[in-house]
C-alpha cells in the first residue's frame, strides 16, 4: 500500500511539471503572436493560435479526468480499509474467556468420551470365555443348584440366583444340556419344577428334554462323551480327569481352585466367577 501511494505521487507531480512547462511554452507562443501587428497576420498565424486554444483545452480535460479521481480514490479506499482492519480484528481479538473455556471442556469431554473403554456385556464375556463354543454341558449340583449331593435332592432343589442370568447368557447361543445323577423320579420332578420357576425354560434355549438324569457318576461321564460338546463343566475332579483327553475345554468348578490338571482344564470357586459376575 505505501509503495502504490508513493508511485502514484511521483506521476502527479511529474504530470504538472510536464503541464508547467507546456504552459510555459505556450505563454512564450503566444506573445510571440500577439506581439505581431494583427492587420500583419495571416491565415496560418490564426491558425497556430486556433490550435494552441484548443490544446490547452484538451489537455486541461485530460488533467481532469486522470488526475481528480486518483486524487479521490485514496479517500474512498481509506475508510474500507480501515474498517476492514477493524473489523477483522475485532473478530480475531474479541473472545470471551468463558465461550474460550466452554470450548475447551466440551472438546475435553468428547476426547474422554471417545477414547474411554467400552465395558463389554455379559453375552460378550460368555461367548469370549467360551471361545465362541457350540455346545455345552453342565453338572447341576453345585453349579446350577444350591445343593450339593442326590441326597438333599430327594428333599428339595433350589437354583442358585446368582448363576441364573449367566446361564440364561449361555442358552442364547449355546446349545446347553444339564444332566445330573439322581436316587429316585420324585428328585428328578423336583429338579424340572425348580429350573421351570427360575424361567430356565421360558428363555427358548434350554428344553426339558435336554435336562438328563443318571444313577451313577459313570452314567455322567457317558452322556459327556456320546454328546461331544465344546465344553464340559462338573464339580467332580475324577470325571474331569478322564474327560480331558476326549472334551476340548472343561471348567472345573471347586471352592478350593486346585491346580489345573490338563491345558484344556480351567478352574473357578463358581460358574458366575468364572464370567466375572461376583
Not at 463389554?120 to 467360551?130: C, E, S
Not at 467332580?236 to 471352592?255: C, D, G, M
Request: glycine share 4%; proline share 4%.
Amino acid at each position: 500500500m505505501a509503495e502504490s501511494s508513493s508511485s502514484s505521487l511521483s506521476s502527479k507531480e511529474d504530470l504538472i511539471q510536464l503541464i508547467k512547462r507546456f504552459g510555459a511554452y505556450l505563454t512564450v507562443k503566444m506573445s510571440n503572436l500577439f506581439s505581431i501587428s494583427f492587420h500583419n497576420l495571416d491565415s496560418r498565424s490564426v491558425g497556430a493560435i486556433a490550435g494552441l486554444a484548443l490544446a490547452i483545452v484538451f489537455t486541461w480535460r485530460m488533467f481532469r479526468s486522470s488526475g481528480g479521481p486518483q486524487r479521490r480514490q485514496p479517500k474512498r479506499q481509506a475508510p474500507t480499509t480501515s474498517n476492514s482492519v477493524a473489523s477483522t480484528q475485532s473478530n480475531s481479538t474479541v473472545m470471551p474467556s468463558e465461550v474460550s473455556s466452554s470450548s475447551e471442556d466440551l472438546r475435553t469431554q468428547i476426547v474422554d468420551a471417545l477414547f474411554q473403554p467400552v465395558k463389554p456385556t455379559l453375552g460378550q464375556v460368555v461367548r469370549q470365555k467360551l471361545s465362541e463354543g457350540r455346545k455345552v454341558t453342565c453338572r447341576l449340583l453345585g453349579v446350577i443348584l444350591e445343593e450339593s449331593s442326590p441326597e438333599e435332592l430327594q428333599k428339595q432343589a433350589t437354583v442358585r440366583s446368582s448363576v441364573l442370568e449367566v446361564l440364561l447368557e449361555i442358552t442364547k447361543f449355546c446349545d446347553l444340556y444339564l444332566m445330573e445323577r439322581v436316587l429316585d423320579d420324585e428328585s428328578e420332578k423336583k429338579v424340572l419344577l425348580a429350573l421351570e420357576n427360575a424361567g430356565v425354560f421360558t428363555s427358548g434355549g434350554l428344553v426339558k428334554d435336554k435336562v438328563l438324569f443318571c444313577s451313577t457318576e459313570m452314567g455322567r461321564s457317558s452322556f459327556v462323551r456320546q454328546l461331544e460338546p465344546d465344553w464340559h463343566i462338573d464339580t467332580n475332579s475324577e470325571i474331569v480327569t478322564q474327560l480331558a483327553r476326549f472334551i476340548k475345554y472343561q471348567l472345573h468348578i471347586s471352592p478350593n481352585r486346585p491346580e489345573r490338571s490338563a491345558p484344556n482344564v480351567f478352574t473357578s470357586p463358581s460358574l458366575e466367577q468364572f464370567f466375572g459376575c461376583v
